[in-house]
């Protein structure tokens, strides 16, 4: 349940990244979380609205982009996807090979509400 | 709709702290390892038998986090190292800043390696550096042979692999090179180590890589 500390983290990024009279405005933290990057996507969610009700980011929700596990032969040049984290070449066996995606535990963007265009 | 695009790390404020903390240790001159598994896989035995081999020898200090309870350090202080406990309450890992207070209350003269015995756990800890040179994970043949598929962070980012409670094997079905080569499918950089903290086999051999990057 290390979801709820990466919750908080990624609330922390947001305080940092809008001004304090705008965070009323956020709607969507969009974020890129790998297969490998151990975190549990309900639970992170459920983390995150937990942490704001009730705050100025109240409004706001987690859109997750979810990033397969990549990897290419550096050997044979191909790439592969798989569940289990191999990174030795299924079809050469070499073991001379590199993480494309997978890993990543990202904040990418921040929407806010247009407040001018609410009130027009 | 406005946007505002960041692509930042969510833990990027750990990352920051853990630099903090590997640049402390590499100015004491300390390797420091951070020994990750699940629960009962034998972590505590294995840092006890080491503190066994090394006694005398080098000097070695000691932080034990666990969920509650300081029986962890209790064990520990029996080998007259530094020694503190971090218990966290819930929490389900340890994070860089809470290391970087824990060296506040540890004795750091003359120490050479500092073990950092993490809480068990096989999904949390492998997201926060804590600053070590190397993570090293422990995985009991009593888990089974598959712990490597279901857990690959963990076994992603340690250089080496503690295979625990071999004694055992007679009488599971755990199979010892499927556990290998699962292990070493997600990365084949893994030194693997056998050991039986009751027959004290692999132990010497373990201490004794350990005591090689020491020196490097």
Known sequence: MHELSIAQSIIDIVHQSVPAEELRDVRVVKLRIGALAGVV???????????VAGTALGNASVEIDHVPFVIQCNTCRQSFSNEYGFVV??????VDTK????????????ELEDVEAEAS | MSVVTIHRKVLEKNDEIARRNRAMFSAQGTFVINLVSSPGSGKTSILERTLEYFNGKLKIAVIEGDVQTDLDAQRIA????????????????????????????????GVRLLIIENVGNLVCPS?????????????????????PLKYPGMFRHASALIINK????????????????????????????ETSCTTMAGIPEWCAWLEQNLSR
Not at chain 2, 167 to 193: G, H, Q, T
């Open chain 1, 41 to 51: 996507p309900e639970s992170l969610e459920f983390s995150f609205t937990a942490l």
């Open chain 1, 89 to 94: 070449c299924p079809d050469c066996g070499g």
């Open chain 1, 99 to 110: 993480v494309l995606s997978g890993t990543e535990l990202q904040v990418v963007e921040i």
């Open chain 2, 78 to 109: 029996r080998y007259s190292v530094p020694v503190v406990q971090i218990v966290t309450n819930g929490g389900c890992h340890l994070e860089a800043k809470l290391v970087e207070d824990a060296m506040v209350n540890l004795d750091m003269r």
């Open chain 2, 127 to 147: 997201n926060y550096d804590l600053g070590e040179a190397m993570k090293v994970v422990v995985a009991s043949t009593t888990e089974g042979d598959d712990k």
């Open chain 2, 166 to 193: 071999i004694d055992l094997l007679p009488y599971l079905s755990c199979k010892l090179d499927v556990l290998k080569s699962n292990a070493l499918n997600i990365n084949p950089a893994l030194k693997v180590f």
